[in-house]
């Protein structure tokens, strides 16, 4: 059983304060220009470099994705998980992000989920970790070492990146190994699910309840038993996400969470953006955990 820890849930909630530190496209105006950008540039990517597109990792709704094998064999595998609040975006408008992780030697595994409120975000948590056994099982066909297997989020993928180092692998398969998962990056996420379900505009669509939030929020679980987290944030995002990026290295210690950075000048756009440009501060990290954690 994982152990809950507790957060104090303060006093009544400012709906219309969460909804500024939340409401991430509403923070940066020109939101869309950067959306469309990722979905041009993704379309580039996927006939630039070698890729398989749609593979299905279930039966279940949405379960395809997309991958990009390595160039070279047994290379780390990363699971790169997109955000959008479970509810918004999907792994076509991410493939962008695969030229430079292919770059740092990874091969790519982009999957996708259904979106809320047709399943629930731990019904979508399920999914993910169907998505990730698929990639331990066939890292071979991605060039891959199933024993180098990282997963890698941004936004509401942050989120999952770090509640799959929660997962206990062999209920999920029993051929599958403890500690599958040897670290995670996320990118903007967020730890604590109450502030969310407390904010109006996503709640609508999130519909989580007291339990769920328990469940699904890995700053009120126990630190994971394998595994590291490596958390960065923009320097202007809300201040919320700037503080969920501080709470989830108290709730772990920094054993678990050796990296809580932020990164100066960039929002919740830019920041997934950085990691694309060469040496940046973000690709930087992003080389350190492939070679500390895989």
């Known amino acids: ?150 997963v890698m989020g941004h936004a509401a993928g942050g989120h999952l990146a770090a509640l799959l180092l929660l997962c206990h692998w062999p209920a999920v398969d029993a051929a599958l190994p403890p500690d599958l998962v040897k670290g995670a990056l996320a990118i903007s996420g967020f730890y604590d699910l109450l502030p969310i379900q407390q904010t109006p505009s996503l709640q609508e669509a999130l519909r989580l309840t007291p339990a769920q939030v328990g469940q699904a929020s890995p700053a009120r679980l126990a630190p994971p038993a394998h595994g590291r987290l490596f958390c960065v ?22 054993e678990r969470v050796p990296v809580a950075a932020v990164l100066p000048g960039l929002h919740h756009f830019s920041v997934l953006e950085s990691l694309t440009r060469p040496r940046s501060r973000l690709q930087r990290l992003a080389a350190r955990w492939l070679n500390e954690c895989s």
């Open 1 to 150: 059983m994982v152990r809950q820890v507790e957060i104090s849930c303060g006093d009544a909630p400012d709906t219309q304060w969460l909804e500024r530190m939340y409401n991430s496209r509403a923070r940066v105006p020109d939101h869309g220009a950067y959306l469309a950008r990722w979905a041009a540039e993704s379309a580039l990517a996927r006939q630039s470099i070698p890729c398989e597109i749609g593979v299905a990792y279930g039966n279940g709704p949405g379960e395809a994705l997309d991958v990009f094998p390595a160039a070279r064999p047994r290379s780390p595998v990363v699971v790169f998980l997109h955000g959008g609040y479970r509810m918004a975006l999907d792994k076509s408008q991410h493939s962008f992000l695969a030229p430079a992780l292919h770059a740092l030697g990874a091969a790519v595994v982009m999957p996708d989920h259904a979106r809320c409120p047709a399943l629930t975000v731990p019904q979508i948590a399920l999914q993910m970790t169907r998505a990730v056994a698929w990639a331990w099982r066939h890292a071979a066909r991605l060039n891959g070492d199933a024993n180098r297997l990282l």
């Open 233 to 254: 944030a923009g320097g202007d995002e809300s201040g919320e996400y700037l503080r969920q990026t501080r709470l989830i290295r108290q709730a772990w210690g920094r």
